[in-house]
């Protein structure tokens, strides 16, 4: 898993409350069980009309915001089923984090399995970044993780909380394989004891 450490990115305002994981990405696409590829059909029945063209007022479909890595978001994002196909197709289109005022706990912890992260602030918080990227090419936010900040364009400071563990895994790209991974001494060694003991199992 790629690891976060820090972002400074375009951010793309997306106000709407109650996304859901269909929204995010419809259940035509959910066929595959690879995580690439997904990114082309993100938001696809807000990005495209029905014969396939792009929606020009949708904003991932305006110029300032076609390579945005942070998207601000609105309340209860990531609701619905619990598709991990979410987090997937947002990380392949190229969003590394979502700021909101809350998250699906399912969602929510789906983004940190696939190196996503995702950011809670308060509505106050969130209207002022909900402001900063609205500034189009200038809606540059940088994320620090391992200071827990966001730093506006205008220099302004958020602090966020996260949970140790949590951050852990992200800045060092540590899914729940990789933390077993980091085990496998002890489990080599215990499985050899075990063999040693009981060579009838």
Request: with cysteine; proline share 5%; glycine share 8%.
């Amino acid at each position: 898993m790629q690891k976060f450490t820090k972002l400074t990115a375009v951010a793309a305002p997306m106000p709407m409350i109650n996304v859901d994981t269909d929204a995010i990405i419809p259940k035509q696409f959910l066929k595959t069980i690879k995580r690439t590829g997904l990114g082309k059909h993100l938001f696809s029945e807000l990005r495209y009309d029905e014969a396939g063209k792009e929606k020009p007022e949708f904003v991932l479909n305006k110029p300032a915001y076609r390579k945005a890595e942070i998207l601000v978001a609105g309340d209860n994002f990531g609701c619905g089923s619990s598709r991990e196909h979410a987090p997937w197709a947002l990380l392949d289109f190229g969003i590394r984090c979502v700021i909101s005022t809350d998250f699906a706990d399912i969602f929510y912890n789906n983004c940190f399995q696939n190196g996503i992260l995702p950011i809670k602030v308060s509505p106050e918080e969130l209207e002022k970044l909900m402001d900063d990227a609205n500034r189009g090419s200038n809606a540059t936010l940088s994320v620090d993780l391992e200071a827990q900040e966001i730093r506006g364009p205008d220099g302004g400071v958020i602090k966020f909380e996260m949970d140790a563990y949590r951050k852990h895994c992200l800045v060092n790209g540590l899914d729940n394989i990789g933390i077993t991974m980091t085990k496998g001494q002890a489990i080599d060694s215990y499985e050899a004891k075990s063999k040693s003991e009981k060579p009838w199992l």
